[in-house]
């Protein structure tokens, strides 16, 4: 595996608990050795996208998401569903991306948190978005880890081993060619 691969990690929920962090949160502490991982913090800061405003200088949490996806090798999103497609708050983020060249030729994959026969709508317009971007979707990496009631422990992270050891293999799948 190459190392000292840099990914960029992005949750598409606001909700305080959400299993979709718990799947970010647990992927900083399984990372495999060489592979440091960033979760991006700042999706309730970003503006409503505006093209006028995709201009430089760039309003401040813009320029930040940018920055961050610049230095990244690779990106790893993990997003709920929110009426059949991606919650509009991370579809914003998105947009923000589509002006930009950071994303552009960069691995991207993502797991999807939903039980069963859920989350398709989401999957579906992640993978039509991030072609407008220019990222290159890495569909062994593109997983289906379910996150159930019971299945977060009080850390925050993960406590299925089944589980943990998907997302770690979903690391290694999106850093290595």
Request: with cysteine.
């Amino acid at each position: 595996m190459p190392t000292n691969r840099h990914v960029l990690l992005l949750s598409g929920s606001l909700r305080a608990g959400s299993s979709n962090e718990a799947v970010l949160r647990t992927a900083v502490e399984v990372a495999p050795e060489g592979v440091t991982t960033t979760r991006y913090e700042g999706l309730a800061a970003l503006p409503h996208f505006n093209p006028d405003e995709d201009t430089d200088p760039l309003p401040a949490p813009v320029a930040a998401l940018r920055e961050a996806l610049a230095v990244a090798d690779a990106v790893l999103v993990c997003t709920p569903e929110y009426a059949g497609t991606l919650p509009g708050s991370f579809k914003n983020l998105l947009d923000w991306t589509v002006g930009g060249t950071e994303i552009s030729d960069k691995p991207a994959a993502w797991i999807n948190a939903a039980n069963p026969g859920r989350g398709q709508g989401a999957e579906a317009t992640l993978r039509l978005v991030l072609g407008y971007t220019g990222a290159v979707v890495r569909e062994r990496a593109c997983v289906r880890v379910p996150v159930g009631p019971g299945s977060v422990g009080p850390d925050g992270l993960l406590t299925d081993p089944a589980a943990r050891a998907r997302i770690a293999e979903v690391l290694t799948r999106l850093t290595t060619a």
